[in-house]
């Protein structure tokens, strides 16, 4: 079956550093997004992606975060100037369209910012 | 903005037995809910989903229900096992927007 693969699978940065976190979306997908999860809390809303622009961004997505699709393949979060708060798991997800039809996670990226 | 509220925060059932987590959506317009199940480690797996025009769906040992009147939704596993142990979280989402999801339920499967 299709998977969303992120990698590195534990990243640790020292504070005011930037990290890349790196997605490869299932090849058909064209939408494309990313979530973050504080430890024992909710999934939320980071950003969404299509066709090569930003469609929609939560409140969370500062000018601390950026995303791009450097080629045909991979899907990245760039975080800058990483605070202690940054710390979460990062999961991203593609989808073939809007409707819900397969939305897939990635099994995410813990980021620890010490 | 939409919010989603799930009940209850933790959930033990033994073995067999059968288990009910509860959400509630404010906004009327959401159209489309799905459940994910999360394994320690991994990211959120689509258990099972419904969309607006239907009340009910199952699937094997899962099920959901739906109640636009009263905006909730809930899913139930019957005869429980071991490896239905994880958290559980609904979601909600309505027309051109992303996903909100719940806080999620720590499900426990004692043997």
């Known amino acids: 079956e299709p998977e969303v693969t992120q990698t590195p699978s534990h990243q640790v940065t020292q504070m005011g550093q930037e990290v890349i976190l790196r997605c490869v979306p299932i090849?058909?997908?064209?939408?494309f997004y990313w979530y973050r999860q504080i430890l024992g809390q909710k999934v939320e809303f980071l950003v969404s992606?299509?066709?090569?622009?930003?469609?929609?961004k939560s409140e969370i997505f500062d000018d601390q975060f950026s995303v791009e699709r450097p080629d045909g393949s991979n899907f990245t979060l760039k975080i800058r100037s990483t605070k202690l708060e940054d710390s979460a798991m990062y999961f991203c997800?593609?989808?073939?369209?809007?409707?819900?039809?397969?939305?897939?996670f990635g099994s995410g990226t813990r980021l620890t910012v010490v | 903005g939409e919010n989603v509220e799930q009940h209850p925060s933790t959930l033990s059932v033994q073995e067999g037995d059968s288990a009910v987590i509860k959400c509630t959506y404010s906004?009327?317009?959401?159209?489309?809910f799905p459940w994910y199940k999360q394994e320690l480690g991994k990211g959120p797996q689509l258990i099972i989903d419904?969309?607006?025009?239907?009340g009910e769906k199952k699937d094997q040992r899962i099920a959901v229900t739906l109640n636009k009147t009263a905006k909730h939704f809930s899913l139930h596993i019957t005869e429980t096992q071991p490896e239905d142990s994880a958290v559980y979280f609904c979601?909600?989402?309505?027309?051109?927007?992303?996903?909100?999801f719940g806080p999620g339920t720590r499900l426990s499967v004692l043997p």
């Open positions: 997800a593609s989808s073939e369209g809007t409707a819900g039809k397969g939305y897939t």
């Open positions: 090849s058909n997908h064209l939408y």
């Open positions: 992606f299509y066709n090569n622009e930003i469609s929609e």
């Open positions: 906004d009327s317009a959401s159209n489309y």
């Open positions: 419904i969309r607006s025009n239907v």
């Open positions: 979601a909600a989402r309505w027309p051109g927007q992303n996903f909100v």
